[in-house]
Structure formats: C-alpha cells, structure tokens
C-alpha cells in the first residue's frame, strides 16, 4: 500500500511516501533528542494527508515513526528551506532535494558493508572453535584479528574522508562525532590502568564540539552514557582532569560546553543518581568556576553546590557536633569512643532510613562488629522536631545495639556541617574520627568490615 504525508508550513514542505504492506494509522517526525514532534498523518488508511503549520523544525537529526516503528532517519540542518521529500520502501529511502539527508543514506549504506565484513570474520571465528583443531586455532584467529583491524582502519579511514568532504555540515559533524577513536598502542592494551587512560583521554578525538546541532542526535545520548558508564566504573580521582580536558575541548562553543557539563552532572553530581562519582564532579565544579562565560546564575549555583560537597572526604576530621542521647544524657560526637564509628545521619519517618536500618539489623558481621565493642552505630537525627524525636526512641524503629542521637541544637543543618541533602547519609570513621569512607552506601557496609577486619 502506498501512503503519503506531506506537512507544508511557512518554510517547510517535507513530503513523504511509505510503500508497504502495512497501512498505519499514524506517521510522525519525532526528534530523539526530544526538541519536537509533529504529527503528520493520523486517519487510518488515508491515502494523503496536509499539516499547516507555521513553525519550523529546529536543526537536527529526527526519526520518521510509522505507528510504533522507525521508518527512517531524517537531518535537518537549518531553520530555512526545510523543503525535500523521501520515499521508503521496505529495502530503501530515496531522498530528493536534500543532498545531506541523501549522503546520510550512503554513508549509513557503507557503514553496513563495513559491519557486514566484520561479521563474516565473526562468522569464520564461530565456525572454527566447532571444527578446527586447537593447535590450528590460534594462528587462523591471529590471521582474523588481524583483518579485523584492518577493516576497522578502512572504516576510521573512510568516515574520516567523508567527514572532511561534508565539513560545516550537519552530516559533517554527525559522521565526525560517530567516527571510532584510533585502537590504543598494543603495548598499553594488557596494562588495565593505561588503557582505561587511553580512552578516556580520547573518547571525544572526534567530537564536532564548534556545531551545537549535534546535541540533536541521538549519537550524543550514546556516546555520553558510554563516557559516564567508564568513569563510574573506573572511579579514580587520578583521571578527573581527563574529564575537565574533555570539558576544555568543548568550550570552543559556550553551548556545547554547557549543553556537557549538564548531561555529566545529572549522572556524576545529582544526589539521586545511582552513577554519582563526587570526586570528579567536584573537579568539574572547580573548572567552571573559573570559566569567564559563565553566566551568573550558574556561577551561583556551583557555588552553593561546592558548598555542600567540597567537606568531609577521605581523610578529613569530621566536624563535632551535640546531641542528646536516648537516655536523656547530652554528649558531642567527639566524646563518643571508638575504634572505628558508623556515623548515621538520618529522618526517623524518611523510607529510604526506614529501610537500610531494616537492612542493617540482619547484617552479621556488623553486629558483630558492634559486640566486639571495636564499632560504634551512631544514628543522629539532625532537625528540629522533638516529638519526632521522642517518638522515634520510644519506637521499635530504635535499635538499642545502636547509639540513639539527636543534634538539639540544630548545629549541623545550621552550619552546614553535611551534604544532608540526600539521607541517609553514613561515613566511616576510625578513632580519631578521619573518615575512611564518605558516602557509605548500605551495600557498602560488610565489605568494609572485611576489609578492616574490624571485630575479627
């Protein structure tokens, strides 16, 4: 069945011919980088359909969605003479007046010659670990990897010419962005910490940083949560100024380095992120803060963020504190002896205390960490509501192996003594109450009185 959508707007005419044996109800433009979605066909088997509409689609890359599936990708690359059509088919898309959108469909064309290539080794390497001897075996697979390196430096090769002859363009920047980073020397490939630099050190070689278009494409979401995913796996404040090195690439454009230092802070700075590396935000906060295009709002709002967060690492002495203990008796925390000390800041009503406290009741090697008398819980709660708190130490929510607090004073939301942004919030402390550990995670608990055979 042949179907045609065609929305005209004031400087836009993108019309387009679906030919299969589906019919859909419905054919959309949708940007995946969320900037906009139009609507074009929606009546069930129409054969033609026209959408007025005077606003324009911002530049970027957009999908082509039949019902629920992706027909075709489309680039836009400016605001004006956004004019062309497309047929597909269930083996093609054919562009007409649009010479970028027709060099994408040739270079996404290339692209699978190179992937095809690379499978069929794949294919070879699958059928000879069935049927060839094991004395064979690492020669041919030496002879495999070595095509393979080859075809992927054909592939660098290619992308790199194509770039190049596309430059200044949106396909340009997308085929630059999406071009593989050179393969590390051999010599660093076996060495764990060199090769993890590598990449980090390399990951954006390619990035079209000077055309903020390229945050429109899906290629960046990618690549991002690729980026984030190896710095919280490497988790090492050795290689933060790669990251601010990243950050300094993109300045070449205010908004490629803002539009990046807000995708890396959702993951590696927001309280709620599961993927959060404070260390490196804290570098990142510390760059921009001297970056001279930073507007004022941002710069106020870094520094209220290192005003929480720049405190309490590894290393450092705690703050002291009061607080009022279960028995009605007033301590500080400084007076509160021990050998090592889980510091638990918390809400008695907040779910999430709720449910570690229940968590680390059933934690053996904590209890017995406790009863060896070498660790110390200190729970405190740190607002100023004293019926919360009496209910809460007369409540079985109160475990009695555990030093019950409340900081009556409010000392530590007044002076800001924590980041209690997020509770609960746990350090580990050793005697002298440096901490060893910030950040403690519930999870993280046994695994450090292993480690410092704590009541062994």
């Known amino acids: 069945m042949l179907m045609f959508a065609t929305a005209v707007m004031a400087q836009v005419s993108i019309h387009i011919e679906v030919k299969s044996d589906k019919s859909y109800d419905s054919i959309f433009v949708k940007s995946p980088a969320k900037l906009q ?3 074009l066909l929606k009546a069930a088997f129409a054969p033609s359909v026209t959408l007025q509409d005077k606003e324009s689609l911002k530049p970027g890359m957009y999908e082509i969605i039949g019902d ?3 027909l075709s990708m489309i680039l836009i690359p400016s605001e004006k003479n956004q004019k062309f059509s497309l047929k597909i088919d269930d083996k093609d ?5 649009s010479k970028e959108n027709t060099g994408y469909i040739n270079y996404i064309h290339d692209m699978a010659a190179f992937s095809n290539r690379l499978d069929s080794l794949n294919a070879l390497f699958q059928d000879a670990q069935k049927n060839m001897p094991q004395y064979m075996l690492k ?9 393979a390196r080859r075809i992927n430096m054909e592939m660098r090769e290619y992308q790199k010419q194509t770039a190049a002859k596309n430059a200044g363009t949106l396909l340009g920047s997308v085929i630059a962005t999406s071009t593989y ?3 590390p020397p051999q010599e660093i490939v076996t060495n764990r910490r060199l090769f993890q630099k590598y990449y980090l050190e390399h990951f954006f070689d390619n990035f079209a940083w000077n055309d903020p278009r390229i945050f429109n494409t899906p290629i960046v979401a990618h690549k991002l949560k690729e980026y984030c995913n190896m710095i919280y796996q490497i988790d090492n404040p050795e290689y933060d100024s790669l990251v601010v090195d990243a950050l300094n690439r993109a300045k070449v454009n205010q908004t490629s380095y803002e539009y990046l230092f807000d995708e890396l802070e959702h993951v590696l700075g927001s309280n709620i992120s599961p993927y959060k590396v404070e260390h490196t935000y804290i570098a990142m906060l510390k760059d921009a803060l001297q970056y001279p295009k930073l507007d004022e709002n941002r710069e106020r709002r870094y520094k209220r963020e290192m005003g929480f967060i720049d405190k309490n690492h590894a290393g450092d002495t705690i703050p002291n504190f009061n607080m009022v203990l279960a028995n009605g008796d007033t301590t500080s925390m400084y007076d509160i002896q021990s050998e090592y000390t889980l510091l638990y800041l918390q ?4 779910p999430t205390c709720h449910q570690v406290r229940n968590r680390m009741k059933d934690f053996d090697k904590l209890n017995k960490a406790i009863a060896s008398g070498k660790l110390k819980v200190v729970m405190v709660y740190f607002e100023d509501d004293p019926k919360v708190w ?3 130490i007369k409540s079985k929510e109160a475990n009695p192996n555990y030093l019950q607090g409340w900081n009556y004073d409010q000392s530590i939301d007044d002076n800001n003594l924590f980041d209690t942004r997020t509770i609960p919030y746990m350090f580990l402390l050793d005697k002298n109450k440096v901490v060893i550990k910030k950040d403690l995670l519930v999870n993280e608990i046994e695994p450090y009185i292993d480690y410092l055979k704590i009541g062994y």
Request: charged share 15%; with cysteine; proline share 3%.
């Open 347 to 350: 809400h008695p009503t907040c």
């Open 181 to 183: 980073i050179e393969d």
């Open 68 to 70: 629920s599936t992706m």
């Open 93 to 97: 898309v054919v562009f007409s007046n």
């Open 390 to 392: 009496n209910n809460y």
């Open 37 to 39: 979605t139009k609507q």
């Open 139 to 147: 020669v041919f697979v030496d002879s495999l990897s070595a095509s």
